[in-house]
């Protein structure tokens, strides 16, 4: 692979030790995929935070990392931890958990690692603009920075991000790449998705049947944000869909009109009850829980709104960015929500707290990507349903 001689530099440890081990293992990711050149990464965004997730090994190396100088050169920023920083102990978790997390982030904002710790960072103040390069590890950030901006990244891991944040590069390869970008997989639409739980039903089939692919959906109408952002989460954990289309709606979908697709599914309304069906294996939740990928300030007011007046039977957690809270409780919003009995929850999320260890049995939840990890990675079982449907069960 082509270096240049700043990236040469690098290699050969003009800015330190880290640095040089982390130019080595993009070099070696370039050369294992093909890539011909680096490409300058304009941010990174780094998952593997949680402790339940890297365990005592990841901390050691982070910390290790860190007290060796590791430095971030473009603007970082962390995925969702394993604990709310504020408010761990209201919700049950172990002492020993949160210390070794709060090390973890520790280390991590020593390297200058913006701790926002959130899984929708481009809803916080991380804006993103069409094209340009960016080396994000969460899977539904990724398929959201590629798909409904037309940005361009891998799906990294954990260490290959953080990589280019301490080196400022990424190879060039895969999704870095405009014939890379093409879809495979036609998806015709005739279900009337009339909610965020709908998209992510659709997405949780279509990553299924996808795998790696790249999916061009015709016959979805005019939708909000947030439901692409369900949709796409849906499809990277199901699946691992990192870039999708929408005919008439996202950036980049207008080039592949008329293009043929080795593949094709259709999608209708028997299909989507079918879907609901697969993934509900529990009949009442024990707890609500909202926010996979984390609720946007829009989310947040609608659930403020349903909850106006009411008193909540359950628990309910809206997991969020601690900057999107801050909004809702200039707003109002978060007032409301405790007031019913509520809460919104921030700096993690149903899948990477460790909500094993909490004495509920069954999870309702809105979302297809929380559908995939909630029975494997937590034990629980699942109510599926619309924010609107989960809040009516419990109020
Ligand atoms: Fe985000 Fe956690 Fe879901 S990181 S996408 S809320 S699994």
Known sequence: MYLTRQQEAILSGSSGEVAQRFMRLLERLGTIYGAEEMVPAESSQIAGVSYKSIGDAGLEFLEDLASKGANVVIPSFLNPAGIDIGAWK???????????????????KKMGIEC???????????????GQHLAWSESSAVSFANSVIGAMTNREGGPSSLAAAVCGFTPRYGLHLEENRCPSILVGVSAELKN??????????????AKKGIPYFRGIKATETDCLKALGAAMAASGAVALYHVENLTPEASRYTGEKMSDSISFGSEELEDVKKTINSGKEPDIVMIGCPHSSIAEIRDISSMLKGKELKKPLWVCSSRATRMAAENMGYEKTIRDAGGRIVCDTC?????????????VGINSGKAACYLPSLCGKDIVFGSTKELIGMIS
């Open 90 to 108: 209201d919700l049950g978790i172990s002492e020993t958990f949160a210390e070794k997390q709060i090390r973890i982030i520790e280390a991590f």
């Open 116 to 130: 926002s710790m959130t899984c929708a960072p481009y809803a916080s103040g991380n804006l993103l603009h069409f």
């Open 196 to 209: 965020e739980a709908d998209f992510g039903a659709l997405g949780y089939a279509v990553g299924k049947a």
């Open 350 to 362: 149903m899948v990477v707290a460790p909500i094993e260890d909490l004495p509920f049995r069954t």
